[in-house]
């Protein structure tokens, strides 16, 4: 059986084509999700992916978080559908209210664009299972706005539930509070990260690796991991 | 025009990278005097009719919710310009 996940595109989302791409290499298919229609095709999982939503107007993620297939999107992952944002799908995710906190403009005022090292904290997720705990991955990094942060009593719940999924490793590169890259919600299957999983699932066109070029793949495992928690539930 | 407009800031306790870098720009140009510069938001929602109390209150609302994120923004005000 083939899983459907769907990928919504937003006026001015960019990553769509690269997130429906890692899903198809992971075995699954990809749906198309349209912001203004608000049938989510019976898919069984969703991926907000990254880019520009709206033109990131008011804040990054805000007026995407109004959108009609964002009501369906809400209801569908508070029953438990597994929904994963990336980049600007985070701060989508952040803007619903699916995740905690916010994103700001990073530290040194610059758009990062990089091969970025994560440590997986948490693999009990349907985004994360096929990660071992406290895995190091390499995935790209690029934005502009992805300054985590939240008041102290949030940093202290997400710490103390464990609910950072991924941390920055050696460099922290937008000034993230707590160096937290990503984050799950309680029950888990909600995750959102600023690093593109997406750019990183095909071996010729991923970050480098020590001793060969573009041949990361760590961010296939996001797109098996989910895929595997639907065949086992 | 009737209208609301409603001020929304950055939080004290944030950095205003876009702040500092017109502060540093400033500088620059010899205005030592000014200490520091935060840039927040100005959003006007326009009526074709009188704005009332009721309108006022839904302002309130749409600011706080919708026009700021609470955990990053502050509405500084909201007012009538009928």
């Known amino acids: 059986m083939t899983f459907k996940i769907g990928v919504v595109t937003f006026p001015g989302t960019l990553d769509d084509r690269d997130a429906q791409r890692a899903v198809r290499l992971a075995g699954g298919e990809a749906v198309a999700l349209w912001h203004a229609d608000e049938n989510l095709h019976k ?18 993620g805000a007026i995407a978080a109004q959108a009609p297939v964002m009501d369906s999107i809400i ?65 790209p990094l690029k934005n502009g706005e992805g300054g985590y942060i939240a008041t102290e009593e949030t940093l202290k719940r997400l710490e103390g539930e464990g609910l950072i999924a991924f941390r920055y490793k050696d460099v922290n590169p937008n000034g993230s509070m707590h160096d937290i890259a990503g984050l799950r919600n309680e029950r888990g299957n909600v995750v959102g990260l600023m690093p593109h999983p997406e750019h990183a699932v095909e071996a010729g066109f991923g970050p480098d690796m020590p001793g060969t070029m573009r041949s990361g793949v760590d961010g296939l495992k996001f797109f098996t991991s989910v895929l595997n928690s639907l065949v086992n539930a | 025009m009737p209208k609301i407009i409603v001020e929304v800031m950055p939080k004290e306790v944030l950095l205003d990278p876009a702040g ?63």
């Open chain 1, 43 to 60: 898919v069984d999982a969703v991926v907000l992916p990254g880019g520009f939503s709206y033109g990131d107007y008011l804040r990054c």
């Open chain 1, 75 to 139: 209801k569908a992952a508070n029953g438990g559908l597994p929904v994963l944002g990336i980049c600007n799908g985070f701060q989508v995710l952040v803007e619903s209210h699916l995740l905690p906190g916010g994103l700001i403009r990073n530290e040194n005022q610059h758009f990062i664009c990089r091969d970025q090292t994560l440590v997986v904290e948490n693999i009990d997720t349907p985004w994360t299972n096929q990660f071992t705990q406290n895995q190091e991955i390499v995935i």
């Open chain 2, 20 to 82: 500092k870098s017109v502060n540093n720009a400033l500088h620059r140009s010899g205005h030592n005097d000014i200490t520091a510069v935060r840039i927040g938001k100005r959003i006007e929602l326009h009526f074709d009719r009188p704005v009332t109390d009721a309108d006022l209150a839904e302002a309130q609302k749409i600011g706080e919710n919708f026009l700021s994120n609470a955990v990053i923004e502050d509405v500084v005000s909201v007012t009538v310009q009928n």
